[in-house]
């Protein structure tokens, strides 16, 4: 059959039939759905998901070609458009599609690479750098951000084919999930950090002297109080303090913390001597599978000092720059502080933070990223001085408390 329609041009369809009457019957039918659908504002011709969807695509790629759209986003999307959307919609005409047909996409996307399709699936191929690799497809449920994420497509997707005339109104997607979790990393508040650096600083005083002393207990069951601190815990104390001070203030991990030698710690051989305000340094972070420069507060100088003197006085010789920064007495590198961390936490009744999760040394990166962020550093500049990216930086520390930034939540022009 062939029929015009006024706006819409000449439209020809096969009618999959040598019988004249069922041909007519047929013919009939569609006409007037395309009627129908031109008197409703919509294309009076059929379009099928997956053929909306591919011109979709080249929107996506023309953008991309016009530097309007970032070029990852033209290698990503049509993937996710083509595993996804038209492996769940397919030849399903487009303006059919319902707020229910969204809500059974959405439980079958989560399902996809257990239960569904995806169990079938051995491997998948990208490309990066140039070369096409592999990788096996993780047999778990998709993130909830990653499910935000696909939902933003096929909503741009859908509200593309109503400007192209496809659809009269996109159906709705709504994504009912649970609350997220609360996945902030334990870290401390001003008054908190204060607490423990004061506190830290009174454990390297002589027991005696503040009336207090360790509690030691016997195998016999006999039991006494240190009265005077020993050398040997006094000196792990003060590499504790050091620590806590030079993690605070650069915001390295602890396995970067660990790896320090003196050679990492870019000219404070040369600083050595003048005043901390003529002094800087920067360190050669190395751990996690990666490396880079980090640019510490100069907070933190005073206590690379405590432990070059701390070395020099132990070893009789000044280090060298293969020693490690954190060393024992024996000038070898120390593996961990965390037993002595948690003694100190403890000490200041800041083990736990409010939520009552268990603080770590990596409680101290934490905490210098959220200061940084609540005293106004660009987010790109913190992300790339802790070697980190802008999505976990997003995810674990973008609820700085409002309290903490409220100056900058009003401009002058509120204020007038």
């Keep these: 059959m062939r029929f015009s329609l006024r706006g819409h041009g000449q439209i020809k369809r096969s009618l999959n039939t040598d019988d004249r009457a ?15 659908r031109a008197k409703q504002g919509m294309s009076a011709k059929v379009h099928t998901f997956e053929a909306v969807a591919e011109e979709f695509i080249q929107l996506i790629l023309g953008e991309v070609g016009r530097g309007e759209r970032r070029a990852d986003r033209g290698k990503s999307e049509p993937s996710l458009i083509r595993r996804f959307f038209v492996g769940y919609f397919g030849q399903r005409p487009i303006d059919t599609i319902t707020d229910a047909d969204i809500e059974r996409y959405v439980e079958w996307r989560r399902t996809y690479w257990t239960e569904g ?27 909830l951000s990653r499910q935000r994420g696909e939902a933003v497509v096929l909503r741009a997707l859908l509200r593309q084919a109503v400007r192209w005339g496809y659809l009269k109104t996109a159906p709705t997607i709504s994504l009912r999930m649970r609350k997220a979790p609360d996945n902030r990393r334990p870290s401390f508040e001003p008054h908190e950090f204060e607490k423990l650096t004061q506190t830290s600083l009174a454990r390297l005083s002589d027991p005696i002297m503040d009336g207090t002393g360790a509690e030691v207990r016997a195998s016999d069951r006999r039991t006494w109080r240190i009265k005077r601190l020993d050398d040997h815990t006094r000196r792990d104390r003060a590499v504790l303090h050091a620590y806590v001070m030079i993690a605070a203030f650069s915001g390295l991990r602890p396995t970067e913390m660990y790896n320090l030698t003196w050679g990492d710690v870019v000219d404070y051989r040369k600083g050595r001597g003048k005043s901390i305000d003529q002094r ?4 050669k972070a190395r751990g996690k599978g990666m490396s880079g420069t980090a640019i510490p507060h100069k907070a933190a100088i005073p206590w690379f ?18 020693d490690p920064v954190f060393a024992n007495e024996q000038g070898k590198r120390i593996g961990s502080i965390a037993n002595g961390f948690t003694q100190l936490l403890k000490a200041a009744g800041l083990e736990r933070d409010n939520r009552g999760i268990k603080r770590t040394p990596y409680s101290l990166r934490h905490f210098h990223i959220s200061e940084q962020l609540a005293n106004g550093a660009e987010v790109m500049d913190v992300a790339r001085n802790c070697r980190t990216s802008l999505a976990m930086i997003d995810k674990h520390y973008g609820q700085v408390r409002l309290e903490r930034v409220a100056d900058r939540l009003r401009p002058e022009w509120t204020r007038a």
Excluded: N
């Design 22 to 36: 069922e041909a007519v019957r047929r013919a009939d039918e569609i006409f007037y759905e395309a009627a129908y």
């Design 117 to 143: 399709p995806g169990k079938l699936i051995t491997h998948i191929e990208y490309e990066r750098g140039g070369h096409k690799l592999r990788r096996p497809p993780k047999r778990t449920a998709p993130a």
């Design 280 to 283: 800087d340094i920067r360190l």
């Design 305 to 322: 000092d405590t432990l070059w003197m701390m070395f020099d006085r132990g070893m009789q010789r000044e280090p060298l720059d293969t």
